[in-house]
């Protein structure tokens, strides 16, 4: 079940999938995870986090509208390629529809372009060195 959550419940599946466990709980907050507009997805298996992902209000370069960032979006290894990270995320571009958004994009880890890339996101950067994790491109997905 996908639902609303706070910040504090994302930060545990932010470090162990996207920071191999490296970091205290309080590094993995984002500056952005409580501005105003920001929000935070949770896919529940009973009472397991099983996938999260975070938005907030953020353009990207000139690319003019009302645009939100994707932040943060991680499945538990043993969740992977169930369809859980696409369903927040369609999730999310619903909710982002009603909210009048233009468009969404994140800085994707090359390794997770073709799962943006079904989704229907679209590549629009050259790859850029993220450092400490490696490779990433710009992902953008056009809402209305
Ligand atoms: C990228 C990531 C978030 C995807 O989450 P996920 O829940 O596994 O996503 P999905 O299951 O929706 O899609 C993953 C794959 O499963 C496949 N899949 C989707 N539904 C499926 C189903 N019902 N049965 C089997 N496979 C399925 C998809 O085709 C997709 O394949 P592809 O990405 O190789 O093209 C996850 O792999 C992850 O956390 N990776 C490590 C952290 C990371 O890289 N995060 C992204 C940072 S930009």
């Known amino acids: 079940m996908i639902r609303f959550i706070p910040v ?8 162990e999938v996207l920071r191999e466990g490296r970091l205290t709980l309080d590094e993995c907050r984002f500056p952005t995870d409580k501005i105003e507009g920001a929000f935070h997805l949770g896919y529940y298996d009973n009472d397991q986090l099983a996938c999260a992902a975070s938005f907030h209000p953020q353009n990207y370069g000139e690319y003019k509208g009302n645009a ?6 991680a499945t538990l290894e043993q969740y992977r390629g169930k369809g859980i990270g696409n369903q927040l995320v369609n999730f999310a571009i619903v909710y982002l529809r009603g909210q009048k958004a233009n468009y969404v994009w994140c800085n994707a880890r090359v390794k997770a372009i073709r799962f ?18 490696g490779p990433h491109r710009v992902l953008y997905l056009k809402i209305q």
Do not use: H, T
Not at 68 to 73: C, E, N, S
Not at 116 to 122: A, C, D, R, W
């Open 116 to 133: 943006y890339q079904n989704i229907g996101f679209e590549v629009i950067s050259d790859e850029f060195e993220v450092p400490n994790v």
């Open 68 to 73: 939100y960032q994707l932040r943060g979006m």
């Open 8 to 15: 504090e419940e994302v930060l545990a599946i932010r470090n």
